[in-house]
C-alpha cells in the first residue's frame, strides 16, 4: 500500500510541477480582470487586462495605444488594480521624496506624493471619469493583482 500511496504522490506532483492539474485557485483567477475605456462612463474602445499583470507602459495593448488615453475602469471581483501616472510604475513626485526640507517647504507630504502618482482601486470598484481624482489623461503603466 506504501508503494500505491508513493506512486499516487509522484503523480500528483508531477501534475502539479507540469500545470496540467487545475486548481481550485486557477479557476478564480477567471474574476481577476480591469476593463478600461477610451472614454467616461464606461464607453468607447475596450479592453480587459486578465490578471495577474503588469504594464509598464500602454503603448501597444492588443495593438492599441492606450497611454494617456484611459478616461474609465471597472475592476473585477477578484482583481486591484494599481495606475501610475509615469511609465514603469514609477511615481511622479518620488524624487522629491528625496528632499524632505523642500517637501516640507511646500507642504507636501509623503502621501501627498503617492496620492499624486497613483491610484488604487479595490476589487468591484467602477470609476466612471478619472477627472474626479484628477487623474484624467495621465495613465501610463498599470498592474492588476488578483486577491485569489
Not at 504594464?55 to 473585477?76: A, F, M, T
Not at 509615469?86 to 516640507?104: G, R, W, Y
Request: hydrophobic share 40%; proline share 4%.
Amino acid at each position: 500500500m506504501n508503494n500505491v500511496n508513493n506512486i499516487f504522490r509522484s503523480f500528483v506532483s508531477v501534475l502539479c510541477l507540469t500545470g496540467l492539474m487545475i486548481s481550485p485557485a486557477y479557476a478564480k483567477k477567471s474574476d481577476c480582470w480591469v476593463d478600461i475605456f477610451d472614454d467616461a462612463h464606461y464607453r468607447g474602445t475596450k479592453h480587459r487586462i486578465n490578471g495577474p499583470k503588469k504594464l509598464p507602459n500602454l503603448h501597444n495593448v492588443k495593438g492599441k495605444n492606450w497611454d494617456k488615453k484611459i478616461e474609465s475602469i471597472v475592476v473585477g471581483p477578484s482583481a486591484i488594480a494599481i495606475l501610475f501616472e509615469n511609465k514603469n510604475f514609477k511615481l511622479t513626485l518620488a524624487e522629491m521624496a528625496n528632499h524632505p526640507v523642500l517637501m516640507k517647504s511646500l507642504g507636501i507630504t509623503k502621501q501627498d506624493v503617492l496620492d499624486d502618482s497613483e491610484l488604487i482601486f479595490q476589487p468591484g470598484i467602477k470609476v466612471h471619469n478619472f477627472g474626479e481624482f484628477h487623474f484624467n489623461h495621465k495613465i501610463r503603466s498599470i498592474k492588476v493583482n488578483c486577491t485569489k
